[in-house]
DNA sequence: GATCACATGTAAGAAGTTACATGATTCT
DNA sequence: AGAATCATGTAACTTCTTACATGTGATC
């Protein structure tokens, strides 16, 4: 099945915690620093009808004639393509490029199954490689660089340390939380 | 002057350090982990056409007949337009939405006349508040987040937090600079 | 019945992605 | 000459942004 774009999958996860409406929807994002999400309507609206057009939403007919408000629900294969979604393991690209989207992935990953530590622990494997690869530069053929470029690659590399701290962290919370039930 | 996407200012930049063709650009993002960006000719040579069509940035005539390779360099509006756009302050948006943004410009900085000494010290304000904002959500309305929601939201919180220590840091690191020459 | 908050929609344009196409040079 | 590599270009598509348009219900 063909992946969405992450605002799809963040409104399908919303969905599936409480059916919602595209207004609904737009105040989570204006009224929660949750994500990056951009509330306006040009975004929402026509995503929400993307996840129509794959049947992984649905609004419960009623509401005919004008515009009323439509509250969306998650079909049976929406609720699948989100378990599937949430099941995949973080890849270093999406470590690179998309963390915010790994981040969103585990936001909505209570919902799921095996709850969060295969994720985690596949999370902490590629996020503690790509910090070794950012060393290897900084050591390496990065060593020459101008100040201020150095310092802006060294933000970069701290983000990523913390992340290495934080995932740690994250693993112990998640199973002291599944050994005390 | 309107300003152009993330990658023209990378293109700018990058030519502003050095005269470079597309394909010397393209390798630069495809041997460095600097930045995020792509290294496709889809997304490089329509932004050099952007970049040449708003006369910031000219190849040498030559090169006329076939598809030689073309070395881009910036013209004196370019180089007016980058220096604008270095010396312009990191806001609270850039900080949420933009940090590689901010960290682009950062790095480009040392070609700047005042140093980064002024934009670090935005850059700190804007940090701080905003880590003070995330910390004033997750103590009021995000209290009751689940364990995985509450996980993914840390890792962001703890991300700034990183970023609050780096740019301390680099602070001294800009102030030591400029007392020792 | 005017006005405001609620609620949805759309058009135009920007910028990226993937995939393909093609020319020029160098190496064997 | 053939192959690999250097180098640029383009088409189709996706998704987001900004800005505008429009309908509905509640309140004064």
Redesign the interface.
Known sequence: MAHDSTLGYALLGLLHQLPRSGYDLRKVFST???G?FSDSPGAIYPALRRLVRRRWIAAPAAARGGRRRRVYEPTAAGRRALSEWLARPATRDEV??DWDLL??R?????E?AQ??EPFLAGLAAEVRGHVA??EA?LAG??AGM????R??????L??Y???V???AR?QA??RA?RRSG
């Open positions: 929660t620093p949750i990056r690179v490029r981040m969103l585990l936001a909505f990953m209570t799921n709850g969060p690869e950012l530069f053929p990065g101008p100040l201020s470029a310092l802006a690659f060294e933000s970069g701290e983000g340390r913390a992340q701290r934080w995932v994250a919370a998640a939380r």
